[in-house]
């Protein structure tokens, strides 16, 4: 779409030339993150946008007269521009350098790569018995991470023991990294509880599904984390981040402008991690903004980055410099992976009513896994053993799924009136002794079946 | 209807105030509840239990500080408030207040005044101006172990904060299972009577207390206040912690040595239990929050005529004390709900419904409401024929004892 009459517009380049124009694949573009000047000059500051980390400058005071100029605006193109994105391989697996982001993946061993591979292999493998297992009719409803795994694995992965992640509902690839059974995810789903696991031991919050509303509890704890000194110490194992992620419809919420606004004035370590799929159910990312979601946070005086979330070494990249600057106190980072929902909303979604078939496969010519996948055996590092090991790691998981879901029983029917209160509620109290009463008063108790047992 | 039959809450005698937020708090007290003028006792320095001072930061005590006062005082209600959370985050250095220019302001009624200035700007926080973002970050800072007590400047300002109260808030342990604690207080200016501007005399209290997971309290006097703000604060539960604005410039004895007692449970003193406030034998009057006040000036005109009411003051909304109330419909055989939130599906529906279930053979009269209107809340020259006042409470006593 036209850049024309934007909000942007005038955002024109200070310095003509000083980022790549071109490149719509973002191929060789070198982008990085994008810093608000206001960080340092404060809130009275011009908003002024970097693209290099260097020097280019883009401010509001620059004359219109520039946006003749051959230079390109700083977000060309709309909220799905591909221009810009911090990307370390390309679609085909080709490793491409970057200057800011190479020594982020530096250390990492080939070893690494493939756990990153093994996690986001066995991620796709429970989405698929997942889904089966909805159909089947084991589970009401199932909402598939297909597609972003590069995304929550990458960034899962730069995460250190003692950070928190404060997911929405389909942060499937985080669950696995922080150590979550992916057969409690699927509690929620079955409907036998609304959360499913211990998300202190797991440092990996409980699902949200009111849209948005986390960020703010994201960034709430990265507060409190600075109130216990656990920011700036130096020691890598006290200092202490937060990870909210996000979609981009969320990004309309007024929780998630809130939550820019809490994080900025308190320099909270919270990295707000967007992983914009381009569909927020059927509504296009072009119903939510009309610049590039990461625009937004620079307006706030938080850095964001543009990432190519179907890339797992750039995803990783990025958070792992997001991350840092949080623990070291350098504040919150808006992080903007750019990937694909591959998959429907959620089993009851139908994509075919609102998107084509060439755009799914377009993306799908865009897998993640398909990325790692080439580049790893373009360096001959996916020997037959891995891929057979792993491919009996996916069966394993695949009967574990299959039979834990099978066995998880029927929460009793009084159990809902536990945990209601920390501390005993006489109206709760009214309530279950009357139902357990109740219930008890069937002389066919012993031994019912759901449904029969009146 | 004359006004000298009204009942007279403090904002009635204030010089005309164009917008309530901006009204100085030094205007108030106007009015006093019975008791000594000269029961303030000296002041002397008292240690609130551990002082964090030192281990949480907060500046030294500078000179301008006074003393935590001792023994029984008369106090303002707002007084009653600021002394009990102060006490609070010196008990607890987890504690910290969190609110809209409730820092160097010391809140737009001066609740929290002096706070930031003894401890700290950390811990009595100027937040910016997001109701909905003051609560969630509160619910971020509760799962990182801290007890955020909030002001809503507001009543008519909670509702950006709705969704975060009700749909986070309330459900965080539930959907934990027990794992999770959000100990987090709301503080809420709420109710009418102070000549304000829209949205600022409201009585949202049942929206509250009809969602499963939150506690909802109200105090009714400063010793009320006192206690209850600071068992709100050590409960585990989050609290909506009504405070009737009308009344925080009446002044009443407030023990300040009385010991911080267990938040929940039976004792007649804990934050689940509604009270007697007034023996009698021929009505119950139930009350709570701004109310009481109203009900037992009812009473008093009422026993001047020959008919004893009962007044009975709820204290608690979530849960309900449908007990304590019982025992008194079931010696007065009548019973009149009275509160300013709309009579329509309020607090007063379901306490005719509880006690039309439980003493059904006592009564002799149908369960009276007396309340706002279906309305939303009137202007301020007309708001007084909207509160129930005296005349209404006593034209339903009237009604109950016809039957």
Redesign the interface.
């Known amino acids: 779409m036209s850049s024309s009459g934007l909000p942007h517009a005038d955002l024109t380049p200070a310095a003509p030339g000083a980022r790549p124009t071109g490149s719509p694949s973002g191929s060789t573009a070198p982008a990085a993150p994008w810093t608000p000047a206001a960080t340092h000059g404060g809130p009275a500051a011009a908003p002024v946008l970097t693209t290099d980390g260097r020097a280019a400058a883009y401010s509001t005071s620059q004359p219109s007269s520039a946006q003749s100029s051959s230079a390109q605006p700083a977000f060309e193109g709309g909220p799905l521009a591909e221009e810009g994105l911090v990307q370390l391989l390309t679609p085909t697996g080709e490793r491409v350098a970057h200057p800011e982001y190479d020594a982020y993946v530096a250390a990492l061993t080939d070893d690494d790569l493939r756990a990153m591979y093994r996690d986001m292999v066995l991620v796709r493998r429970f989405d698929t018995e997942a889904t089966a297992l909805q159909r089947q009719g084991e589970l009401a409803l199932f909402a598939q991470a297909l597609g972003q795994e590069a995304a929550q694995v990458g960034s899962g992965h730069a995460l250190r023991p003692q950070d928190h992640v404060?997911p929405s509902y389909r942060e499937h690839g985080v669950a696995h990294v922080r150590g979550v059974d992916l057969t409690d995810v699927l509690r929620l789903f079955r409907g036998v509880?609304?959360?499913g696991w211990?998300?202190?031991a797991h440092g990996f919050?409980?699902y949200?599904l009111?849209i948005g509303?986390?960020?703010?509890?994201?960034?709430?704890?990265?507060?409190?984390?600075v109130?216990?000194g656990l920011v700036g110490t130096g020691d890598p194992e006290k200092d202490t981040a937060v990870v909210t992620y996000f979609g981009d419809g969320a990004t309309s919420q007024?929780?998630v402008s809130?939550?820019l606004?809490?994080a900025a004035?308190n320099q909270a370590p919270v990295v707000l991690f967007c992983q914009n799929n381009q569909w927020a159910i059927s509504e296009p990312t072009t119903r939510q903004a009309t610049v590039p979601i990461a625009a937004r946070a620079p307006g706030f005086g938080i850095p964001a980055v543009r990432v190519d979330g179907n890339d797992v070494l750039a995803s990783y990249a990025v958070t792992a410099q997001a991350l840092e600057r949080a623990r070291s106190g350098g504040g919150p980072t808006f992080v903007e992976a750019f990937t694909y929902r591959m998959g429907a909303h959620t089993t009851s979604d139908d994509p075919s009513r609102y998107r084509s078939s060439e755009q799914e496969e377009y993306w799908r010519r865009r897998d993640p896994i398909e990325r790692l996948r080439a580049y790893l055996e373009s360096r001959d590092a996916l020997p037959s053993q891995f891929l057979a090991s792993l491919a009996a790691e996916g069966d394993a998981l695949g009967e574990h799924i299959r039979t834990t879901i099978r066995a998880m029983g029927h929460p009793s029917a009084a159990s809902m009136f536990?945990?209601?209160?920390?501390?005993?509620?006489?109206?709760?109290e009214?309530e279950r002794a009357w139902f357990e009463s109740y219930e008890s008063s069937f002389l066919d108790r012993p031994g019912h079946s759901e449904g029969s047992h009146r | 209807m004359s006004t000298a039959t009204h009942d007279s809450p403090a904002g009635l005698h204030l010089p005309a105030a164009p917008h309530a937020a901006v009204r100085p708090a030094s205007t108030g007290p106007t009015t006093t509840t019975s008791g000594p003028t000269d029961a303030t006792t000296t002041a002397t320095t008292h240690a609130p239990a551990a002082s964090s001072a030192a281990t949480t930061g907060a500046p030294a005590r500078s000179s301008d500080i006074p003393p935590f006062p001792t023994g029984v005082q008369k106090l303002t209600f707002a007084k009653a408030i600021t002394l009990g959370l102060r006490r609070a985050l010196a008990d607890d250095d987890k504690v910290l207040l969190m609110g809209e220019d409730i820092g160097r302001l010391g809140g737009v009624f001066r609740v929290t005044d002096g706070l930031q200035a003894e401890f700290g700007d950390d811990r009595v926080v100027d937040t910016p101006l997001a109701e909905s973002g003051i609560v969630g970050t509160a619910i971020g800072l509760a799962l990182r172990g801290y007890r955020p007590v909030l002001e809503i400047q507001f009543d008519g300002f909670i509702f950006p904060a709705y969704d975060q109260i009700t749909t986070q808030l309330a459900k965080m342990h539930y959907r934990s299972r027990g794992r999770l604690n959000l100990p987090v207080v709301i503080r809420v200016p709420y109710g009418g009577g102070i000549g304000a501007v829209e949205h600022h005399s409201e009585s949202p209290e049942v929206l509250f207390a009809h969602t499963a997971g939150l506690r909802v309290v109200t105090p009714s006097s400063p010793a009320e206040a006192y206690a209850l703000i600071q068992q709100a604060v050590t409960s585990p539960d989050p609290v909506l912690f009504f405070e009737p604005k009308g009344r925080y410039w009446e002044k009443g004895e407030v023990d300040l040595d009385a010991p911080a007692t267990a938040p929940h449970g039976d004792a007649a003193t804990g934050m689940d239990t509604a009270r007697v406030v007034r023996a009698g034998t021929d009505v119950t009057l139930v009350a709570y929050g701004p109310t009481v006040t109203t009900a037992l000036k009812a009473a008093e005109a009422a026993a001047a005529e020959g008919t004893s009411i009962e007044v009975v003051d709820l204290r608690t909304l979530s849960p309900l004390d449908t007990a304590t109330v019982a025992a008194s419909v079931q010696r007065t055989g009548r019973c009149v709900v009275v509160h300013e939130a709309p009579v329509m599906y309020g607090t007063g529906a379901e306490v005719a419904a509880r006690i039309t279930e439980e003493c059904f053979f006592h009564l002799e009269a149908p369960v009276l409401r007396v309340g706002g209107f279906h309305v939303p809340y009137p202007v301020a020259k007309i708001e007084h024929d909207y509160l129930p006042g005296l005349d209404r409470v006593l034209d339903a006593v009237d009604r109950a004892l016809a039957f």
């Open positions: 404060f509880d609304h959360g211990d998300p202190v919050h409980l949200t009111v509303s986390h960020t703010l509890h994201a960034t709430g704890y990265a507060m409190g984390v109130r216990d007024g929780d809130e939550a606004v809490f004035v536990e945990h209601v209160y920390a501390t005993p509620h006489a109206g709760v009214a």
